[in-house]
């Protein structure tokens, strides 16, 4: 019943443009209650809120000069003055949260890659039940010191349980020991039948990983690399990942000799995915979030004003 209630009066408010006053005397309700149905609205999902940037003249407006330099759809978060790269991280994942909940309806498949950002992101998500859509984890997340798991787990249901989607884990580790044995396990049909569903997916959202981030990205925190590892990326000219795919900032990949024991999906894998959601903070991860956009792995990219002024100048 509160539903309902809920329903009609945010229709009044906010498709109808009625005042409070008289959405209180067609429900017969009082002002105060009201204001709690409109908020209940909101709450559970009856209700989703889009701010769209302003026109402003190409080459002045950092999200046009990201769009023309990169072919993507850029969306620029405005963040408060003097913030640390942390509150920066909550603004900018507040607003990719929004559009997540705008973008994924009813009878899709979101893809999902874990870490600190995404986290953060699922952290803003607000209950918008959806009919017959599915969440699936894009890249394994076990790993020889920790299992890892369960943070992919969590994450993973969390994402679900805001859409009300059916969630399905990726139980393989983020690097094989051996490209053999990544080679047979892909032939499982188990393993298989999650490599079928990442195929279906209709939005991707990942974030990128960078060695030298003010907030460290998980896969370089939490012992999924060894120090052998480590000395080999750097060997090799790597400043980043995306879906714990490595690559050089002028975007190459594949011929980073950790790559073929990588679970999750390449840029060449994930271009098949229509719409494709990067979501990157802090001037650390610039190096890194370009050669990610020169590898085109997205299509849209939200990112805060300070570092999409770095990465403009760094483009350059």
């Known amino acids: 019943m509160q539903d309902e209630d809920a329903y009609r009066a945010a229709t009044m408010y906010y498709l109808q443009n009625q005042t409070m006053d008289v959405i209180a005397r067609t429900l017969q309700v009082s002002r105060s209650t009201v204001s709690r149905l409109i908020a209940h609205a909101r709450e559970v999902g009856l209700v989703r809120i889009a701010v769209e940037q302003p026109p402003s003249r190409a080459g002045q407006n950092l999200g046009h000069r990201l769009a023309a330099t990169f072919g993507i759809r850029a969306h620029v978060v405005p963040v408060r003055p003097r913030s640390t790269e942390l509150q920066r991280l909550d603004q900018v994942a507040a607003v990719a949260a929004n559009l997540l909940g705008q973008w994924f309806g009813s009878h899709m498949v979101l893809g999902v890659a874990w ?9 803003h998500l607000r209950r918008m039940p959806t009919t017959g859509s599915t969440v699936v984890q894009l890249n394994g997340a076990a790993n020889t010191y920790a299992s890892g798991l369960t943070y992919a787990s969590d994450l993973i249901g969390a994402i679900a349980d805001s859409f009300d989607a059916t969630s399905q884990h990726f139980p393989v580790p983020a690097f094989f020991d051996h490209p053999e044995t990544k080679t047979l396990m892909w032939r499982e049909r188990s393993v298989q039948r ?25 896969v370089y925190s939490a012992g999924y690399l060894t120090d052998q590892d480590l000395a080999a990326l750097d060997a090799d000219g790597v400043i980043g990942d995306v879906c714990t795919v490595f690559h050089r900032e002028d975007g ?13 999906p390449s840029p060449r894998e994930l271009r098949r995915v229509a719409r494709r959601m990067c979501v990157v903070v802090g ?10 956009l020169r590898a085109r792995v997205a299509t849209d990219l939200i990112i805060d004003e300070t570092t999409a002024r770095h990465l403009l100048d760094r483009a350059a």
């Open 115 to 123: 870490g600190t950002t995404v986290s953060a992101i699922a952290g």
């Open 194 to 218: 999650v490599l079928d569903l990442q195929r279906r997916v209709d939005i991707a959202l990942f974030g990128v990983g960078s060695l030298t981030a003010e907030v460290p990205s998980h």
């Open 252 to 264: 190459s990949y594949r011929d980073i000799e950790i790559n073929s024991r990588a679970t999750g």
């Open 283 to 292: 001037e650390a991860k610039v190096p890194a979030l370009l050669g990610a």
